[in-house]
C-alpha cells in the first residue's frame, strides 16, 4: 500500500508556532531550566547580565552598575530593565541634589547661574521621564502593551535629551568657571551613559519578548482563512476579529475598528493589506485635513499671525501628505529588497508625518482666535489620531516579519552591525551623538558604509527641520527687539539653506555610483560643509548684538544639536569616502 503524506495548509505555521510558543516558554520561565547548585547559579544571573549589557553603548557601566543585583534579577528582562531604570533615576536625583548646591556658589558670574538654572531644570524633568516610564514598566500586560511600551521608550528617550541638553548649554555658553563645568559634566555623562544603557536594554526587552508574544496571536489569528472549510459568515467574523485584535495595540482601538472593518474582506487577514489600508485612511484623512485648513486661510479678517500659522499649518500638512504616500508606496514594494530597512523607511516616514501634524497644533497661542484655534484643533487631531494607529499596526508588521529574519539574522549579526557603528563613530568628534542617532538603525546600515552615511545625512536632515520649526516659533514671540527680529530672520535663512543642502547631499549620496563616483562625493562634501557654515553663520549673528539671554539660548542649543549632527555626518563621509 502507498504511503501517503498528509500536509494541511497550515503545516508551516503550526510547526512554527510550535517553535515560537517553545522559544517564549523559555524566555518566561527560565528558572526551570536553570537546576543548579546556588553557586552556579548567582554565575548564570552574572553571565545573564554581562550578556545583557553587551547591547548597550556602556556595556562595563552596565555590568558594574547592575551586577550587585543578580541575585534579584536572575534571568528576568522585565526586572533588568525595572532595575537599570531604578539605579538611573538614583543618579538623577543624586545629579539634580548636586547641581542645585552648584547653583548656590558664591560668585557665579550671570551666564553661570543661567546655566546651571537649565540644568536643574531638565535634571527635575529627566526625574519626572524616567519615574513615568518605571510606573508604565509595571503595567506591561494587557491589550495596550505595544501602546504602553512605546511610552516606556519615549520618557526614556526624553530624559536621555534632556540630560544631554544640560551639557550642550556648558559647551553653548562662555562658562569659565571650571569647577561649575567639570562638576556638572562629570555628573551628567554618568547619568546619561546610565540612561542610555536603560533603554538599549528595554530595546532589546521588548523586541525579544513582547514581541513573541504579540507575533503568536497574529499568526494564529492569520491562520483562520486556510485552516479550516467554513461558511462566508463565519469567515467574515474571523477576519474582523483578526482586525479588532490588531487593533488593541493602538493607541485609538475604537477609531481603528471604526476605519479598518468596513474593509474587512479586503484586509483578510493579511497584515500587509491591513498596513496598506491604515495608510490609505491617513491619507484621506490629510488631504481632508489640508482642505479644511486651505479654505479658513481664506476666511476675511484674519491677523499676520494666524496668517502665518496657518500657511506654516498648511506646508506641515502637505509635508505629512508626501510622507504618508512615500510609506504607502514602499509598503507595495515590501519584499522585494531587504524588508527590516524597508519597514524601517515605513515607520520613520510615518513617524515623520505624525511629528508635522503636532507641529501645526504646537505653533498655536494665545495670538489666534478661538474659532482658528478650534477649527486647526480639530482637524488635525482627525490626521492624527489614523496616522498614530496607522503606526501602531505597522510596528506590529515589523514584528510579524520576525519569521523571516529570526533564523537568518543572529543576535551575533546584529552585534557585528552595532559594532560596525561603534567602531564608525569613535574617532568623529561627537561619538555619543553619533552612536545614539545612528545605533537603532543598525539593522538598516548593516556594515555599509553608503548607507550609514544616508542615514547620519537623514539625521542630520531630521535635526535641521527641528531648528527650523523651533526658531520660526521664536519669532513669534512679543517684546521682541529689533536686533533680535533681524537676527532671528537672518537665522531662519541660513537654516533654510542648510535644510536645502543637506536635501541636495542625501539625494546625491542615495545615487552614488550612477556616474562619477569622485565628483558625487565632491559635491555631497562640499554642500554638507556649506550647510555646516549655514547653521554656525546664525550664531555668529549674536556679536556684538543686543540679545536676551532666552533669544540667544534657544537660538545657539537648537543650532548646536544640528551642527553636532552634520559634523559628525562630514565626519564619516570624509572617513570613508577620503579624496
Not at 516579519?401 to 567602531?423: C, E, G, M, R, V
Request: net charge positive; glycine share 2%; hydrophobic share 35%.
Amino acid at each position: 500500500m502507498e504511503a501517503h503524506n498528509f500536509t494541511t495548509p497550515c503545516s508551516y505555521s503550526c510547526h512554527f508556532l510550535s517553535f515560537l510558543l517553545t522559544i517564549l516558554l523559555f524566555i518566561t520561565t527560565p528558572q526551570i531550566c536553570l537546576a543548579t547548585t546556588a553557586t552556579s547559579s548567582t554565575q548564570t544571573y552574572q553571565t545573564y547580565i554581562k550578556t545583557s549589557c553587551t547591547s548597550t553603548l556602556y556595556p562595563q557601566v552596565c555590568y558594574k552598575s547592575l551586577s550587585p543585583y543578580a541575585s534579584q534579577i536572575q534571568t528576568n528582562p522585565q526586572t533588568l530593565c525595572t532595575t537599570a531604570l531604578n539605579i538611573a533615576l538614583k543618579s538623577a536625583k543624586n545629579t539634580s541634589s548636586m547641581v542645585s548646591k552648584v547653583s548656590e556658589l558664591a560668585g557665579l558670574s550671570s551666564i553661570e547661574v543661567a546655566v546651571t538654572k537649565d540644568c536643574i531644570d531638565n535634571v527635575k524633568d529627566s526625574i519626572s521621564e524616567l519615574q513615568d516610564s518605571l510606573n508604565e514598566m509595571g503595567q506591561l500586560s494587557g491589550p495596550d502593551v505595544a501602546f504602553r511600551v512605546a511610552n516606556v521608550k519615549t520618557w526614556v528617550s526624553a530624559a536621555l535629551t534632556d540630560e544631554t541638553t544640560c551639557t550642550d548649554g556648558l559647551s553653548a555658553k562662555n562658562v569659565n568657571n571650571a569647577m561649575v563645568k567639570n562638576t556638572i559634566s562629570e555628573y551628567i555623562l554618568s547619568l546619561a551613559q546610565l540612561t542610555s544603557n536603560a533603554l538599549a536594554l528595554i530595546n532589546d526587552y521588548t523586541t525579544s519578548y513582547h514581541a513573541l508574544t504579540i507575533l503568536l496571536t497574529l499568526l494564529f489569528l492569520s491562520n483562520f482563512h486556510t485552516s479550516s472549510a467554513s461558511t462566508s459568515s463565519t469567515t467574515t467574523e474571523k477576519y474582523k476579529t483578526y482586525i479588532k485584535t490588531a487593533c488593541n495595540s493602538t493607541t485609538y482601538p475604537k477609531e481603528c475598528n471604526n476605519a479598518l472593518l468596513p474593509f474587512a474582506s479586503k484586509i483578510k487577514a493579511n497584515p500587509q493589506k491591513l498596513c496598506n489600508t491604515g495608510l490609505s485612511i491617513s491619507i484621506k484623512a490629510a488631504k481632508n485635513c489640508s482642505s479644511t485648513i486651505s479654505k479658513l486661510s481664506k476666511n476675511k479678517g484674519l491677523t499676520h499671525s494666524e496668517v502665518a500659522i496657518i500657511k506654516d499649518c498648511i506646508e506641515n500638512i502637505k509635508d505629512s501628505i508626501d510622507e504618508l504616500k512615500q510609506s504607502l508606496n514602499e509598503m507595495g514594494h515590501l519584499g522585494r529588497s531587504n524588508v527590516k530597512a524597508q519597514i524601517y523607511d515605513i515607520r520613520t516616514w510615518v513617524s515623520a508625518a505624525l511629528t508635522d501634524d503636532s507641529t501645526c497644533t504646537d505653533e498655536l497661542d494665545g495670538s489666534v482666535s478661538k474659532t482658528v484655534n478650534n477649527t486647526i484643533r480639530k482637524s488635525i487631531l482627525s490626521v492624527a489620531t489614523p496616522t498614530s494607529n496607522a503606526l501602531s499596526l505597522i510596528s506590529l508588521l515589523f514584528l510579524s516579519n520576525f519569521h523571516i529574519t529570526l533564523a537568518s539574522t543572529p543576535s551575533t549579526t546584529t552585534k557585528n552591525y552595532k559594532t560596525y557603528i561603534k567602531t564608525a563613530c569613535k574617532s568623529i568628534t561627537y561619538p555619543t551623538e553619533c552612536n545614539n542617532d545612528l545605533l537603532p538603525f543598525a539593522y538598516k546600515i548593516e556594515a555599509n558604509p553608503q548607507k550609514l552615511c544616508n542615514t547620519a545625512l537623514s539625521v542630520s536632515l531630521k535635526a535641521a527641520k527641528n531648528c527650523s520649526s523651533t526658531i520660526s516659533k521664536l519669532s513669534k514671540n512679543q517684546g521682541l527687539t529689533k536686533s533680535e527680529v533681524a537676527i532671528i530672520k537672518d537665522c531662519i535663512v541660513n537654516v533654510k539653506d542648510s535644510i536645502d543642502q543637506l536635501n541636495q547631499s542625501l539625494s546625491a549620496m542615495e545615487q552614488l555610483g550612477s556616474s562619477n563616483v569622485k565628483a558625487q562625493i565632491d559635491n555631497i562634501k562640499t554642500w554638507v560643509s556649506a550647510a555646516l557654515t549655514d547653521e554656525t553663520t546664525c550664531t555668529d549673528g549674536f556679536t556684538g548684538m543686543t540679545v536676551s539671554n532666552t533669544t540667544k539660548n534657544t537660538i545657539s542649543s537648537s543650532i548646536l544639536s544640528v551642527s553636532k549632527r552634520i559634523s559628525n555626518a562630514l565626519a564619516l563621509i570624509n572617513r570613508f569616502y577620503p579624496n
